[in-house]
């Protein structure tokens, strides 16, 4: 038996009531907690052996349009240091993180108008020729239907876009007016009727956030079954409305984790920065709790620490091949490995 499994207990959380969900999120009885993680731990194992996906990082523009209150890179951030990759330092990334086993890339931006369609077209056109074996992951957040056709069209494989909460008073409290969770959702919609690999996610401890919030993103999240769940600890950024709020835990997102690996045993769902920020073993702990993805970042080291959503963001100080290394060193004293694998959903 896995050395860190705990007795099994069976959960049934394909079904489990709203009622049942916030028991398991509050209880304070350790036996319980305990058996939630073992068991999420389990079926992930289940599902994938002790092998962990990795996804290279690439974050090519911290330029956005949008003022999410919580984010560092909000446009009304004044003391941002914006920066743009070009077409080139992306292919650049892309050729050091395949040479280190990288197989699927995430390019991950602000909401930034410079990157039009055609840019992104070619763009992912030239990942694409360059790297064919690979599956391109886009996260850059809301556009029309057309664009997300166009770039799906060109290759790209997967998209991710964090629903940040379900409830939409909720969502009013974190976003500006003119940002809407009804657009949110409508652009998974549309993401999920063209093709893509879809990811959705949302923080934990945001700002104003209730149990019965959480409850909601949970259902939210099984009845539209995305291929990929990212949820993280929100952590304040210091020039930010919500500087001086206070940051999630990582005991509600381990449990998080687990439920939703239980709730839906084949999506990929990372152990996020975010959980390595608050606790250094925190990716660690997101893996024994369920998670099954890193992403290491692939980003040209002189931009890192401008790509800062939160505070003390982790590794932005190391090479992409440090950071494979110190993963995966990190990943093997728990029981796991690093494989050089596309990683995509299977049903
Ligand atoms: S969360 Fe995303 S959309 Fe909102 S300001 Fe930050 S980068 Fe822009």
Do not use: W
Request: glycine share 6%; proline share 4%; with cysteine.
């Amino acid at each position: 038996m896995d050395k860190h499994l705990a007795e099994p207990i069976s959960f049934n959380l394909a079904a489990a009531d709203a009622a049942a969900l916030k028991d398991l999120l509050q209880t304070t009885d350790k036996n319980l907690r305990d058996a939630l993680l073992a068991a999420a731990r389990t079926a992930a194992i289940k599902q994938f052996g002790h092998n962990i996906y990795i996804r290279g990082l690439i974050e090519f523009t911290n330029y956005c349009k949008n003022d999410c209150y919580y984010c560092g890179i909000r446009c009304s951030n004044q003391k941002a240091r914006r920066y743009r990759l070009t077409k080139e330092q992306i292919l650049s990334c892309c050729e050091s993180g395949y040479q280190l086993g990288f197989r699927t890339f995430v390019l991950q931006g602000g909401e930034d108008p410079f990157f039009t369609d055609a840019v992104m077209v070619d763009i992912i056109k030239a990942i694409k020729t360059d790297y064919p074996d690979t599956a391109i992951t886009l996260s850059i957040g809301e556009r029309s239907y057309a664009s997300y056709k166009a770039m799906y069209d060109a290759g790209a494989d997967r998209y991710l876009l964090r629903h940040e909460t379900a409830n939409p008073e909720h969502y009013a409290r974190l976003h500006p007016v003119k940002l809407s969770l009804a657009n949110r959702l409508e652009c998974l919609q549309m993401l999920k009727e063209i093709g893509y690999q879809v990811g959705t996610g949302f923080m934990v401890g945001s700002p104003y956030q209730t149990i019965d919030n959480l409850i909601e993103d949970l259902l939210f999240v099984r009845d539209f079954k995305p291929q990929m769940i990212g949820i993280g600890p929100f952590i304040p950024h210091h020039d930010t409305p919500f500087h001086n709020q206070v940051a999630g835990t990582m005991e509600q997102t381990l449990r998080l984790i687990a439920i939703l690996r239980l709730m839906l045993p084949k999506a990929l769902i990372p152990s996020t920065t975010a959980l390595g920020t608050i606790a250094p073993d925190g990716r660690e702990q997101g893996i024994l709790a369920g998670a099954n993805v890193v992403m290491p970042n692939l980003s040209p080291i002189e931009v890192r620490k401008d790509y800062l959503l939160y505070d003390n963001k982790i590794c932005t100080g190391e090479e992409a091949a440090e950071c494979n290394f110190c993963l995966q060193s990190r990943l093997q004293s728990i029981g796991y490995k690093i494989v050089v694998d596309r990683g995509d959903y299977k049903e």
